[in-house]
């Protein structure tokens, strides 16, 4: 399974971006997708999950904030960020798995994408 991220950026606070995340390789080994982001300096942190059956997943620090899609049809996984703000500034990853207990958790997924930078400043 491969994953690639885009749709990274600088964007002031307030704004919205949309990350994407095209997947490719067995269909199984993404029943789960995910995303997470790191600042500098942090720990990876989850950010929002979804099933294959659409069943959704949101942190907290995210939730009203972003909104989580997937297309089957087009093996992609998007996120949707709103109102962002200048700690929401960090590398965005997506990952995906087969079987996921823990969808909060980074080493429940299988494959990672190679992350796609967000900035938030104005």
């Known amino acids: 399974v491969q994953l690639q991220a885009s749709g990274g950026g600088l964007v002031q606070p307030g704004g919205s971006l949309r990350l994407s995340c095209a997947a490719s390789g067995r269909t199984v080994s993404r029943n789960y997708m995910g995303w997470f982001r790191q600042a500098p300096g942090k720990e990876r942190e989850f950010i929002s999950a979804?099933?294959?059956?659409?069943?959704?997943y949101y942190s907290d620090s995210v939730k009203g904030r972003v909104t989580i899609s997937r297309d089957n049809a087009k093996n992609s996984v998007y996120l949707q960020m709103d109102s962002l703000k200048s700690e929401d500034t960090a590398v965005y990853y997506c990952?995906?798995?087969?079987?996921?207990?823990?969808?909060?958790?980074?080493?429940?997924?299988?494959?990672w994408g190679q992350g796609t930078e967000v900035t938030v400043s104005s």
């Open positions: 990952a995906a798995g087969r079987s996921v207990g823990r969808v909060t958790v980074s080493d429940e997924y299988d494959y």
């Open positions: 979804i099933r294959r059956d659409g069943t959704t």
